[in-house]
């Protein structure tokens, strides 16, 4: 391989990587968040009723749940990296 078709393989996996997402949501359906593999929220949804239990409750929740979403992006990550081989 020719270091021009490197640099076009190289970019076409910095592109791909740059569409992963990860995404997570709880039990109750309260809270849904995605993020990217950099771990940055590309997306939040937070119902009305998730206040209810409490402002603690719903900030752990809204950790938990980024967590678990950068938990699915950084796998899909790996395995675009994977494929890639």
Do not use: K
């Not at 009723?49 to 409750?57: E, F, L, S």
């Amino acid at each position: 391989m020719n270091s021009d078709e490197r640099m076009l393989e190289i970019q076409q996996i910095n592109e791909r990587l740059a569409a992963v997402r990860g995404s997570a949501r709880s039990r109750d359906g309260s809270v849904s968040i995605e993020t990217d593999a950099g771990g940055r929220i590309t997306d939040l949804y937070i119902a009305d009723y998730a206040m209810d239990n409490g402002p603690q409750h719903l900030a752990n929740l809204i950790i938990d749940r980024h967590r678990a979403a950068l938990g699915n992006a950084e796998a899909a990550a790996v395995q675009l990296f994977e494929e890639s081989r």
